[in-house]
């Protein structure tokens, strides 16, 4: 999606329209012992684990179909063209003043296998300082050291092949990698040249580059690789990695084309337990309803994974009854501690050619790349693109660090959290925002991504201090939601992506990148005021589509609507698995994190 093809490729191989499969669910139960809700990134996970032992039952019901392995699905450099057909939910975050007014979209996954079907296969770790600050918000068993074995137990991991890590000097230590789990990760035998430029204009610019991020020094310039097929250069997604591997167990069962309604719970003396879970295919459709023995597991992502708690009774009572649902839990913060991303591009020409550009312009040059790819498995359709990122602690890209930090330090961030933030939740932000100024300096914590796609170039926003928020508008989950954001309402993420911009003029300035003939076309050089900046940032942000923290973990009192076993407060056989739960984000891309608490906590 960052910087998707609408191609060449695609014009000259239309996409086939094969009829969708919906998984039987004849032979369904009527209960299971757990019933998981959302068969994407962690849903899948967990219910494949959950299955491991046969005696347990496992039941996933997943909004979306299982997909026809369309080339747009498969075809790395493809990804991101998925955006926007029968395989995205379509949603868009609320009109916000942060960002000039803009609904920008937000895509997510709704087909078996969720938003790793969609994505652009990143496959990579935050930094140690990223997850032990979870542990410093108090939830016990969540640092680094304890994420680690997961991390490996997920990864299936092949090196490059040897042409390209002689080429690029891509190096991994063996120690921090799996090879064993499930999740396929390595590299494109095929790199655009240009990606070597920017290593070496990052090393021109006294970056450090790790030996391998993956042993959670994630600080500097670095190789990642993403979920690819070392074989056959297809996308590996949750669906290939989890599905197809648990598919013949006769106590794992899958019910696509069905949403979630309702999770439905009984109280008796003063608990209140889940019996069930409620689903249709419509909205005018019976509800069906399958009893749960042990546990209901949501995984519906950070987006709809609150809305679900929220028309089952679970949020927060007055906006519960303004969508005419009677509260069965009252626990406002569900919804809160919304998170993402933000990015802005930098669009840049070069002269090089040929490049990622002839993709999508040069029909001739997208016929051979076709040809390649299907004869051989190689060549430029292999290269889900960015391959080599820098994650930057502010001091490491900025000079006026001290400055953001003064401010950070005496401005209350709560002004720029929901106005109707509950007090317990406002506890628990101020909690995060210790954490983050102390963290805006130390050399350890990535507060910049750099992106680099030969020769577009983005900034992403790693430690956000903005929050927002994510309500259901009925009580009906055909309905669509509101999603607040937040995308640059705090001044401070304004000010750490002005300088991102800046920075970005100054790799563009390396003799490496120079070399490539480089003209900035927009905001273009002329503009370098910060107020320009931030008039150009605002009207041009968009999302690094890493939505999360909806349904944080933490202690009731700060907000917390998980506790560190991802139990809902307040209900018995209750869990949430999925990008909701991260109380801050990483500095990374959200996959291999959902992929790794799913795997810890089964
Ligand atoms: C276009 C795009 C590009 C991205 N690029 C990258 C990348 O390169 N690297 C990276 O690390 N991350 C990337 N991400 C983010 C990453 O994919 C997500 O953070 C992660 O997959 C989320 O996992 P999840 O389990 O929380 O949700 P998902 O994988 O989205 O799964 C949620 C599932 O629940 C289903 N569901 C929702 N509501 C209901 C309901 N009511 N009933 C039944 N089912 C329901 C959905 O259909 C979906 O299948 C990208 C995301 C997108 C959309
Ligand atoms: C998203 O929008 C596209 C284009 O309008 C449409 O074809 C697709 O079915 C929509 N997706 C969903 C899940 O409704
Ligand atoms: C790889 O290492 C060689 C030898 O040190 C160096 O000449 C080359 O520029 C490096 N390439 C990249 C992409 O870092
Ligand atoms: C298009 O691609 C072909 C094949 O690689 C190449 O020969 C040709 O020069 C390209 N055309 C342009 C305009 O770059
Ligand atoms: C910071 O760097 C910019 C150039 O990127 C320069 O114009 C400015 O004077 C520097 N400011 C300080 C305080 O050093
Ligand atoms: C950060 O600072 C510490 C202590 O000064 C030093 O040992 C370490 O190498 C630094 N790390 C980076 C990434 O610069």
Redesign the pocket.
Known sequence: MLFSLTSAVLAIYPIGTAALRTSNFENALSSYDYVVIGGGNSGLTVANRLSEDSRTTVLVIEAGEIDDNEDFITIPALAGTTVGTKYDWNRTYAHNEGVAGRAIPIPLGKVVGGSTKLNQMVYDRGSQSDYDRWAELGNQGWSWSSLFDYFKKNERFTPAIDEIRDEYNITYTPEARGFSGYVHSTFAPFFWPTIANFVQAIRELGIPIPFDHATGDAIGGYYFPHALDPVTFRRHSAKEAFYDTAKDRSNFHVIAGHQVTRVLTETSGGTIKVTGVEFAPSRNAARQTVGVNREAILAAGAVHSPQILQVSGIGDPAHLSSIAVNTVVNLPAVGHNFQDHVLVRLPYSTNVRPSYVDLLTNVTFAAEAMEQYLKESRGPLTNPIAEFCAFLPLPMYS??SSEIHATAVTQDSTRFIPWDSPREVIQGYRKQVEILNERLLSNNSGILEVIWVDGLMAVGLQHPYSRGSVKAVSSSVFDSLQIDSAFLRNPLDVSIMVEGM?FLR?VADTSAIRDLGIVELEPGAEVTSTNQLERFLRSRAESLLHPSGSCKMGAREDGGVVDERLRVYGVQGLRVVDASIMPLLPAAHTMATVYAVAEKVT
């Open positions: 000079n006026i800046r100054k």
